[in-house]
């Protein structure tokens, strides 16, 4: 599974690139700057969706991982912009909610570092963040790949994969070269080599 993940996250960082490729051709005066915050943008949604697609496997019940990752891949290409819309989304709540549980968590980590002996001026930042972090981490970003599973498996519900994406990723990228020949491979092996 980690070696899929990888995999998947290779050519969804293609699916994204063509997207940053396309805004640095346009001569739109501060794409530079718009091309950076939809690249940190692009690094949340790829961290959310490789687990979407792995997820696929799971709920189709697939015997072969690689051609459920390959289809999963194909269907999530065919919807990329509702995907990426919903993950654009996703990341704003997710990164809006961690720093408003920062601001909380300022007053009593404030309290902790007071009450501790010595100074720590520094301390109740460091404090809140850590909080923040952690709550991000386990709460808010598990709560974000259930929506875009709820959002993905909705999308893509009665689709089948199109050849005509599957021959773009192929085009774009080749790490869903390697995927789909290692697809084709646990496909054609027999039960007892797999």
Excluded: H
């Amino acid at each position: 599974m980690f070696a899929i993940d990888q995999l998947i996250k290779g050519v969804i960082k293609a699916i994204t690139g063509l997207v940053r490729g396309i805004l640095t051709i346009l001569p739109i005066p501060g794409v530079q700057q718009l091309t950076r915050i939809l690249s940190a943008f692009l690094r949340v949604a790829v961290g959310f969706v490789d687990e979407v697609i792995l997820a696929y496997a799971i709920r189709t019940n697939s015997t072969n991982a690689w051609m459920s990752a390959k289809e999963a891949l194909v269907l999530y290409g065919q919807n990329y912009k509702v995907m990426l819309k919903n993950a654009a989304w996703l990341a704003i709540i997710v990164y809006g909610l961690g720093f408003l549980v920062f601001l909380v968590m300022l007053a009593p980590a404030a309290l902790v570092v007071y009450m501790m002996p010595g100074t720590w001026a520094a301390g109740s930042v460091i404090f809140a963040l850590l909080f923040a972090w952690s709550v991000k981490a386990a709460l808010l970003e598990p709560f974000a790949i259930a929506c875009m599973m709820q959002v993905y498996f909705k999308t893509i519900e009665g689709q089948t994969p199109n050849s005509e994406w599957e021959a773009k990723l192929e085009q774009m990228s080749k790490k869903f070269r390697k995927l789909k020949e290692k697809a084709l491979g646990a496909a054609d092996a027999t039960p007892a080599e797999v």
